[in-house]
């Protein structure tokens, strides 16, 4: 009796791991991505790396990007459009919208009217800003500090004890436009926003995760040497405005942003991950310029990279993707194309048949923390390209995530699912804005760790796959 019950329970256990096997299917089988590279693939994944972070040491901001991919599509034969007699089939042109965000095309056999694909992704990273009146006394009158305004949706704790760099513009009222770039050279001086000692934070001790610093106590220490006859805030004034020739008065005409101060780097005993400050969303837009860059030939379809700023805030302002500026450029290409025949209704037609990837990327399932999401829906890193499910309304239809995944298929890229956790997780990209333009769009990204943390981490093989889909997107 007591055999035969043992073998009922070896028998059930046995029918329920293989109903689990079964219900899992083909996801439970699917490898690494590391795991599907031929040998040259390899060396191909980890020169694609250099490159971009080649790239990520310069892009610190959404104007630093912008001027970076500036750069390399110059070099790649893009040209800045002038004039509709430029969009004639093969021309690779360049719309810029204020230095803050870009519109990349290589124009189509196929007029635009026709169809179009295109990549959409922001420049923009968490970061901190400086307050237009930024230079304070605090500590006793010991010390100078920034006052700050955080941009983005951050984890205020970790910016605390990080060595940060200065960034930005400053634009004066007699014309000039002075870049600033402070600690990322040999020698420079970097800031740091000072955290308490654990031999006096008893009363601190009760804040709840989010708020171990608030956001009005993000401030760095910017000095604590006063001048001749003069306080340690004037002093600290006094270096500013003589170093870059300005008055006071012109920070509140600039942009100044605190980033962290590390570079780019390997990550891991394998060197198999990339860990830099400002990944969401630089990543994508990297990913998305450097695919349109790599597009031989003249395409079927007019082939766009769209980058812009502002989405970690709302898509706001007018190099955000709330802006008209793509609309614009869509009438500029499509005016060009139709002449004197030109209507609205052109511009109408052009932005229904577009196919377009919303390029963002997400959070992947971390490993100290995996009860944060929904394993069997959640992404892993070096499982491949993210089509991202979010339900409720924002997913692409049946017909075109189909016609994305049989592109992906065809290609031989890896890919997986992201939705995140009900009632934990979220999120949001440009996509929304696309589509309310009649577009059909997808969301598309790559799992990231540690996202909007100052450093973040993404494998190296997603990238390229993410990369390879983008030109395969190009082409299709």
């Not at 042109?93 to 056999?109: P, Q």
């Not at 589509?435 to 997808?442: H, L």
Request: charged share 20%.
């Amino acid at each position: 009796m007591v055999r035969r019950i043992l073998l009922f329970a070896i028998l059930f256990s046995l029918s329920g791991a293989m109903i689990a096997q079964t219900a899992d299917g083909e996801w439970s089988t699917r490898k690494s991505g590391w795991l599907l590279l031929s040998q040259p693939q390899r060396g191909d994944v980890e020169t694609f790396a250099k490159e971009y972070k080649r790239y990520m040491t310069v892009a610190k901001s959404a104007m630093t990007s912008t001027e970076e991919v500036l750069r390399l599509a110059k070099a790649a034969g893009f040209s800045e459009f002038t004039a509709p007699a430029q969009v004639k089939p093969g021309a690779r042109l360049i719309f810029v919208n204020r230095n803050r965000a870009l519109v990349l095309a290589i124009i189509g056999s196929e007029p635009l009217v026709s169809g179009s694909r295109m990549v959409g992704a922001h420049q923009d990273s968490p970061h901190i800003d400086l307050k237009a009146r930024p230079i304070y006394k605090a500590g006793e009158g010991t010390f100078a500090m920034f006052k700050t305004i955080y941009y983005g949706g951050i984890k205020k704790y970790q910016w605390s004890n990080l060595p940060l760099a200065l960034v930005g513009r400053i634009s004066t009222v007699d014309g000039r436009n002075i870049d600033v770039n402070i600690g990322f050279k040999d020698g420079d001086p970097l800031f740091v926003i000072p955290d308490n000692a654990p031999h006096s934070d008893k009363d601190l001790r009760n804040r709840t995760y989010t708020d171990v610093l608030k956001g009005e106590e993000l401030d760095p220490v910017v000095g604590n040497m006063p001048g001749a006859n003069i306080d340690v805030a004037a002093e600290a004034e006094r270096i500013l405005t003589s170093t870059y020739n300005i008055h006071i008065e012109d920070l509140v005409s600039s942009e100044l942003a605190l980033v962290p101060a590390a570079q780019p780097a390997d990550v891991g005993l394998d060197r198999s991950m990339v860990g830099a400050y400002g990944q969401d969303d630089k990543l994508s837009s990297y990913c998305a310029a450097r695919a349109l860059m790599d597009v031989s030939g003249t395409p079927r379809y007019t082939a766009l990279a769209y980058l812009v700023n502002y989405e970690e805030v709302g898509s706001v302002n007018n190099t955000g993707a709330g802006s008209q500026f793509l609309n614009s450029t869509y009438a500029q290409l499509t005016g060009a194309q139709r002449g004197s025949q030109y209507n609205d209704l052109d511009l109408r037609r052009a932005l229904h048949n577009a196919e377009v990837i919303s390029a963002d990327t997400n959070d992947g399932i971390n490993p100290l923390f995996p009860q944060s999401s929904e394993p069997t829906n959640s992404a892993k890193l070096s499982y491949g390209v993210t089509v991202k499910k979010y339900g409720r309304g924002f997913d692409a239809t049946s017909e075109f995530t189909a016609k994305i995944i049989a592109i992906l298929d065809k290609n031989n890229i890896p890919w997986q699912t992201q939705t995140p956790k009900v009632d934990v997780g979220g999120g949001g990209t440009i996509g929304g804005f696309m589509s309310r333009e009649d577009m059909n769009v997808i969301d598309f990204g790559i799992p990231l760790l540690s996202m909007h943390s100052p450093f973040e981490m993404s494998s190296k093989v997603d990238l390229w796959n993410y990369y390879r889909f983008m030109r395969a997107f190009y082409g299709s």
